[in-house]
């Protein structure tokens, strides 16, 4: 028995030493440690060290004990150590018993290595009624790593004080490993109160920015617009103009979508939204548009001249609705509205088309939603869209390519009918009812693509002009040790040097962690303890004096229990009346809480560190109904609209906080353009062939995005280059293993040779380019098929397949060739020259400005731009003779004066470079001062000069 003592003795001391060479940020959040966040948010009920769990029952097959391996506000928590997966534990406590105000419990959790568990609880009411809780939020699990979190189960308002806690339950799935550990801590009283948010539908801000709203705009300006009625009380809308005529009908008969058709230049009539219309569920009873049994009665119909308005009444089983339904125009759009003044329905049904031969659905570039696309219909002869009005909406979601328990999605349905879109959903606020509807629908039909696209009525970004001639780069994991921010600064300061300086550089979230796998959100500004705020004051000093801008990762989408300003009062909630997570662990504030939030954030984070610019992550990686608040207490509560005005509120304000541009994570980033300075360039479908008319048109000039899908950050250059080059977006640096976007990125001390040629080349071969390409539209887009240029309206009219090979003109003179094709080559013509583009390859050309080009020369690829700003050559270490250079690897000559600057990207090995046109050379170190005295070219060739490349000198003083 001593021997065991003995044995167990040095165990427990060797354990305490390995904690002991750790930091202590290690087992407990630094919050804790350094004060930031003394004890708990709430009224603690019970805690491990205090009260430990002696006198619980505990069912399942774990083992249950007091550990210091982590803690929270105490040295000791309870751990769980789970014998068998999959498994359940029920813990029941001793008498637990809530104040009386309180709503909701909140219980900490910790592990475990190989996964999350799943948690709720059980109480029970003073009148003996138990309920169980649904939890949110729980341990955070960021890249298979566990730290603190908050789980939190609401507690139903029929529940009657006092309320006691009865169990504590905890699922291990079978992806848990057996013997693995979980631990657990304080258990809180929360009361949660009405956070009394802004109504920022009254603030003093034009939205939307344009009265049109997204109403699509015809390429034919000079239409005309006729109204008649007859005795029958039918309405025609009738369009006439170059693209040829349009009448829509409307005959008020159904109250459905029924009861409108449109004949497309006097031959040809369909149903557009055949079975659409309004679906209620009132006391049981279902009204669908579709029904046979339900009494319709035209309440009212007035006609103005203009606009037909007509008010209904359903009724099915006793019950009844009411509802009213207005036709409108514009251009060559019907504008259908749906209005009513009890929340009584559930859905607005946007039907399908009934008589449009060989329907076919697609999706455009960039015209997304993250989850899912809005789909166009095409047939040989006419364009067909159908959106909601963003704008003006009252609905929590928006149904289109995917089905909703109301709704279906688009979907082809027949030879000569198809579903464009599902329509508009209301969900109910949690706990209480649905909003009244309030409905907007574009109905557009033309025979070109671009009338039948829906407008983005933001105003154009701030930044505008600078974001176009800006470079990107996402620095991620980039500081993990003391010293690692010098090697930052004296990396970018390299970069500098080698003429790298339009450069928007923003750092992740990875700079508040500590340690990195926690994933902590909050607006307290404490850098992690491997660098601290000196490192981050130090780097955002010093990279302002180099590059363009420089930002910190800002996130105020999520918000984690472990930040000071931690509240639920501020916390967004679900329609089941549980909270909203954010991204793993951590809870979504309301979006009406983002401008006090920000307001109380940003402006001591610009003064503390000196930040010009800010990733403002998240915003725009969903559509508004992705954010939805169904707190009954808010203003706009169930509504996306609400969603989308406070983002682009927040958005605008943040670049007053920062003097900058704001950027964020795309996806859905056309909602938000313009209010937003720059996001990534999501199309989320990466390997589709592009059809950029709505990017280039309509997104573009109202904000700059910048680089390519992120799912592709680890695809090969070429592939990211011409991607971004045809979508008219800017350059995302590459920047190798040292840069990646994903988890295990290395440091920049890591960095190869080759990642830094491939980093030059991602910057040079964009930045003059898109400077030319960011300052103005296209005036034409053509797709190769089949040998011929064809626009997308040809192109999908005539059901011809997209090769993938785009030319773009744009407005200025500047003209791009980009192959996408992923196997073929594409042979184009250049300002003369015949050029062939391989995969992936591209070229441009503006008279008198640029030459551009990735394309093979004598069998291989090569790289070449020629511009105002610089020459730079990369013959892919075969020597290529250039107009002005023969070389084999990367060059940049800049102009100085009446001398020319040429600098190796980087130095590979020695090599004679010839053709340019000098007679005196003079090796410079990196700062500029000389190496050795001015000497004399071999000049050969009629005035060409050769020379030799070495190791020694940074670049060349030509003359």
């Keep these: 028995m001593r021997m065991k003592i003995v044995f167990w003795a040095l165990a427990m001391v060797a354990g305490l030493s390995v904690w002991a060479q750790k930091p202590e940020w290690e087992r407990k959040p630094i919050e ?26 505990i069912e399942g097959d774990c083992k249950a004990e007091l550990s210091t391996d982590f803690c929270l506000w105490n040295e000791q928590s309870i751990k769980l150590t789970f014998k068998t997966t999959p498994g359940r534990v029920v813990l029941k406590p001793a008498r637990i018993v809530l104040p009386d105000k309180a709503n909701a419990i909140e219980m900490w959790v910790y592990g475990f290595k190989s996964g999350k568990p799943a948690n709720h609880f059980e109480v029970q009411d003073a009148i003996g009624k138990t309920f169980t809780l649904k939890t949110r939020g729980n341990t955070s699990y960021w890249a298979k790593s566990p730290w603190w979190g908050a789980s939190i189960g609401r507690i139903p308002k029929e529940a009657v004080a006092p309320i006691t806690l009865t169990k504590v339950v905890f699922d291990a799935s079978d992806k848990i490993e057996a013997g693995d550990a979980m631990y657990f801590d304080f258990i809180c009283a929360v009361t949660v109160e009405n956070a009394h948010l802004p109504d920022t539908s009254k603030w003093d801000m034009s939205f939307p920015y344009k009265k049109e709203s997204i109403q699509p705009t015809p390429i034919d300006k000079k239409i005309t617009m006729g109204f008649t009625s007859d005795k029958k009380g039918r309405i025609s809308f009738t369009f006439n103009g170059s693209g040829g005529n349009l009448v829509y009908v409307v005959e008020p008969k159904t109250g459905t979508l029924n009861d409108l058709s449109v004949t497309v230049n006097g031959s040809h009539t369909f149903k557009p939204m055949a079975n659409g219309g309004v679906k209620a569920e009132v006391n049981g009873v279902r009204f669908l548009p579709t029904d046979t049994d339900v009494k319709a009665t035209l309440l ?80 040989d002869d006419y364009f067909v869209s159908i959106f909601p009005d963003w704008y003006t909406s009252h609905a929590s979601e928006v149904v289109d390519g995917s089905n909703h328990s109301w709704l279906e999605g688009a979907k082809v349905m027949g030879e000569d009918s198809a579903r464009i879109m599902g329509g508009s959903i209301y969900i109910p606020k949690a ?132 930040g000071p300003e931690f509240t639920y009062n501020d916390m967004a909630i679900y329609s089941d009346g549980t909270y909203r997570e954010g991204w793993d662990a951590s809870f979504q504030p309301s979006p009406a809480a983002q ?63 920062y003097d900058g541009p704001i950027w964020s994570e795309g996806n859905a980033a056309f909602f938000w353009a313009g209010y937003l300075d720059t996001d990534y360039a999501q199309t989320n479908d990466p390997d589709s062939l592009p059809i950029v008319d709505f990017k280039l048109r309509k997104v573009n000039p109202l904000e700059h995005l910048n680089g390519y899908d992120l799912t592709r950050a680890k695809s090969p250059l070429d592939y990211l280059l011409s991607a971004q080059i045809v979508h008219g977006n800017m350059g995302h640096l590459w920047t190798g293993e040292s840069f990646r976007v994903y988890h295990g990125s290395k440091l920049i001390k890591n960095l190869k040779t080759d990642d830094y040629r491939h980093l030059f080349r991602s910057y040079f071969m964009m930045l003059q380019l898109q400077e030319l390409y960011a300052e103005t539209k296209p005036s034409e887009i053509t797709y190769s098929c089949g040998g011929e240029m064809l626009t997308a309206t040809q192109m999908l009219r005539q059901n011809k397949p997209n090769e993938g090979k785009v030319y773009t003109r744009y407005a200025n003179g500047l003209e791009v060739w980009v192959n996408r094709n992923p196997q073929e080559k594409w042979t184009v ?46 013959g892919r270490g075969i020597e290529t003779q250039f107009p002005e250079i023969t070389a084999a690897n990367a060059y940049v000559l800049f102009k100085e004066g009446d001398a020319t600057i040429l600098i190796p990207l980087p130095f590979i090995a020695e090599e004679a470079v010839s053709g340019l046109s000098a007679t005196c050379i003079q090796p410079l170190d990196r700062a500029g001062k000389p190496l050795a005295p001015e000497t004399d070219l071999d000049v050969v060739d009629g005035g060409n000069a050769r020379f030799t490349v070495t190791k020694e000198p940074f670049k060349y003083k030509l003359k």
Aim: a neutral charge; aromatic letters at 14%.
């Design 32 to 57: 804790i440690i350094k004060g930031h966040l003394p004890k708990p948010h709430y009224p603690v009920l019970w805690n491990a060290q205090d009260n430990g769990i002696g006198n619980w029952q």
């Design 300 to 379: 009212n119909s007035i006609f103005d001249g203009a606009t037909l308005k007509t008010a209904w009444r359903l009724e099915k089983q006793g019950v009844s609705v009411e509802y009213k339904l207005q036709f409108g125009v514009m251009w060559r759009s019907l504008i259908i509205s749906c209005t009513s003044e009890k929340g009584d329905f559930s859905a607005f049904d946007c039907g399908h088309t009934q008589g449009t031969p060989n329907p076919r659905l697609f999706k455009l570039t960039y015209l997304n939603y993250r989850w899912n696309y809005p789909r166009l219909l095409v047939t």
């Design 431 to 562: 706990g209480s009812t649905l909003n009244p509807l309030h409905e907007r629908f574009f109905l557009t039909i033309a025979p070109d693509l671009e009338s039948v696209l829906p407008n983005i009525p933001n105003p154009r970004s701030e930044y505008y002009e600078e974001t176009g001639q800006l470079l990107y780069c996402t620095r991620m994991y980039d500081s993990q040790a003391p010293g690692d921010s010098d090697l930052e600064v004296e990396f970018w300061r390299l970069m500098a040097d080698y003429g790298m300086r339009e450069v928007f550089v923003r750092y992740h979230m990875n700079m508040w962690r500590t340690p990195f796998r926690n994933n902590h959100f909050t607006h307290y500004d404490n850098p992690h303890e491997p660098v601290g705020t000196a490192g981050y004051q130090q780097i955002a000093r010093e990279l302002k004096k180099v590059i363009r801008r420089v930002g910190p990762y800002e996130d105020n989408r999520v918000s984690h229990p472990l």
């Design 595 to 657: 401008h006090r939030l920000e307001a109380e954030f940003a402006p001591k984070l610009v003064a503390k560190f000196g930040w010009n610019g800010c990733y403002f992550d998240e915003v725009t990686n969903t559509p508004p109904w992705g954010l939805v608040d169904y707190n009954p207490d808010i203003p706009g509560s169930a509504t996306y609209l609400n969603v989308l005005r406070n983002y682009a509120f927040v958005a605008r304000k943040l670049s007053d906080y």
């Design 829 to 874: 013509e250049v300002d003369g020259k015949s050029f062939v583009l391989p995969p992936y390859g591209y070229a441009a050309f503006m008279p008198g400005k640029l030459v551009e080009y990735s394309a093979e020369i004598d069998g291989h690829r090569v790289d070449y731009s020629r511009g105002p700003r610089y020459l730079y050559v990369d």
